[in-house]
C-alpha cells in the first residue's frame, strides 16, 4: 500500500522568511496530493492540494510543487506570518472514488517574531 | 465548518466498555471517513463508506466497527474499549472528487 513520509517533523522559522515542508510517497499510482493545515485543538482544514496531471500550483503565500519520477512534492510558504504556526500535513491518493489518504506525519511549523 | 458534525466531542471511559462515536454531515456527501490522529502518527484511517450500507476497511481497523444506516450518519463503535484506543477520532467527508471535509474531533480517553 501507500507510504507517505513527511520532513521536517518540526520547522522554526523567523517571520517574513520561507518555509518549506517535504513529502514522498511510495504508489506511483497516487494521483492527488492535498496538504492540511491543522491549528492547535482544531480540525485539519485544506490550504492546497495539487493533482498528477500539473508540476506546480500556487495560491497567494502557498505553492506546492510535485515531482512524479522522483515520487516527491513539497509546501512552499512564502512571507511567513504568525498564523501560520500550526501543524501541516500532506497526503497522497487516488483522486477518484473514495479517497483513501494516506497522511505524512506532520510538521509543526512555528513562526517566531 | 457547521456541515460536519461529531458526538460527543469529550468523552472517557473504562477497558471493556462498549463506545459509538457518531458523525453527522448535512452536505448529501457520498463519502465518509474515520481517522484517529496520534501523535508521531499523523491521522491513520480507520474504516470509510461509499454509500448507505457500504463500507471498507482502513489501515487501522482492528477494533472497530462501523456503520452507516443513511447518508447523513456514519457511526464508529469500539466493541469493547482499550487504552491503545486513546486518541482523537476525527470523522470526514466527501464527494469523491474534491478535498474531504474534517469534523471538530472527538477526544476518547480508555482507562
Known amino acids: 500500500g501507500e507510504n507517505v513520509e513527511q520532513h521536517p517533523s518540526t520547522l522554526s522559522v523567523q517571520e517574513g522568511d520561507s518555509a518549506v515542508i517535504k513529502c514522498t510517497y511510495s504508489?506511483?499510482?497516487?494521483?492527488?496530493f492535498p496538504w492540511y493545515k491543522q491549528e492547535l485543538g482544531k480540525r485539519p482544514q485544506l490550504i492546497i492540494d495539487i493533482r498528477s496531471n500539473v508540476g506546480e500550483k500556487k495560491d497567494q503565500r502557498i505553492a506546492v510543487t510535485l515531482n512524479k519520477t522522483a515520487k516527491h512534492f513539497s509546501l512552499h510558504i512564502t512571507e511567513t506570518q504568525p498564523e501560520d504556526s500550526a501543524v501541516y500535513f500532506c497526503?497522497?491518493?487516488?483522486?477518484?472514488?473514495?479517497?483513501?489518504?494516506?497522511f505524512g506525519q506532520g510538521t509543526r511549523l512555528t513562526i517566531n517574531p | 465548518d457547521a456541515g460536519i458534525t461529531q458526538s460527543p466531542r469529550h468523552k472517557v471511559t473504562e477497558t471493556g466498555t462498549p463506545v459509538t462515536l457518531r458523525c453527522h454531515q448535512t452536505e448529501n456527501h457520498r463519502y465518509m471517513y474515520w481517522y484517529r490522529q496520534d501523535p508521531g502518527h499523523g491521522l491513520r484511517l480507520i474504516h470509510y463508506s461509499y454509500g448507505v450500507k457500504d463500507t471498507d476497511k482502513g489501515e487501522v481497523s482492528d477494533g472497530y466497527s462501523v456503520s452507516r444506516s443513511k447518508t447523513e450518519d456514519f457511526l464508529l463503535t469500539l466493541e469493547s474499549a482499550t487504552s491503545s484506543q486513546t486518541s482523537v477520532y476525527f470523522c470526514?467527508?466527501?464527494?469523491?472528487?474534491?478535498?474531504?471535509?474534517f469534523g471538530p474531533g472527538t477526544r476518547l480517553t480508555v482507562l
Open positions: 497526503a497522497a491518493s487516488i483522486i477518484q472514488g473514495a479517497q483513501k489518504l494516506v
Open positions: 504508489d506511483s499510482a497516487s494521483n492527488y
Open positions: 470526514a467527508s466527501a464527494t469523491g472528487l474534491h478535498e474531504q471535509f
